[in-house]
């Protein structure tokens, strides 16, 4: 079975992330959602919310799990045994940093592809931090996130009030 890893911060996930994690899931036998834990990086929500999240946009795949993981993502990727590492494209101006990052990753470990998803022009423009900004200011993000996410950005955008 090939095994591919589709990392992330997701905060939030998107309908950008979904349609790439649906994308995957098709061509691979088995996908990996690894949420990177980095206690050191200041998200938007906590760690626990970010998985609840991601694992009910993510619940109707059958052969997605939703990880998460620590440290290298190429340890992570080598442990679940995949062969390719996913990420995703919006514009020309994601490519350098993805491509020096996927360019490192071979050279750690040269049997694990990265494979680029060049996004869906429906989502050409969205990324999580718009999303954060626009929920933040109370604006309309229906249709920019899976309905469960609405609700957390929602309850969110309550507390801080």
């Known amino acids: ?46 760690f626990a919310t970010r998985m609840r999240m991601i694992k009910g946009a993510a ?42 990052m996927a360019q490192t990753n071979r050279k750690m470990c040269p049997n694990i592809e990265t494979i680029f998803f060049m996004t869906d022009s429906r989502y050409a423009y969205l990324s999580s931090s718009l999303v954060r900004q626009i929920s933040k200011l109370g604006g309309p993000v229906r249709g920019m996130v899976p309905d469960n996410v609405l609700n957390e950005l929602k309850q969110k955008e309550n507390d801080g009030k």
């Open 1 to 46: 079975m090939k095994i591919a890893v589709y990392p992330g911060s997701f905060d939030p996930v998107t309908n950008g992330h979904v349609d790439i994690i649906e994308r995957a899931a098709s061509i691979f036998g088995k996908v990996y959602v690894a949420v990177i834990e980095n206690p050191e990086k200041k998200a938007n929500f906590d």
């Open 59 to 100: 619940r109707h795949f059958r052969n997605v799990r939703v990880e998460s993981f620590k440290g290298l993502l190429i340890d992570y990727a080598k442990k679940r045994k995949a062969r390719a590492i996913i990420r995703g494209l919006r514009a020309v101006s994601d490519f350098e940093y993805e491509f020096q």
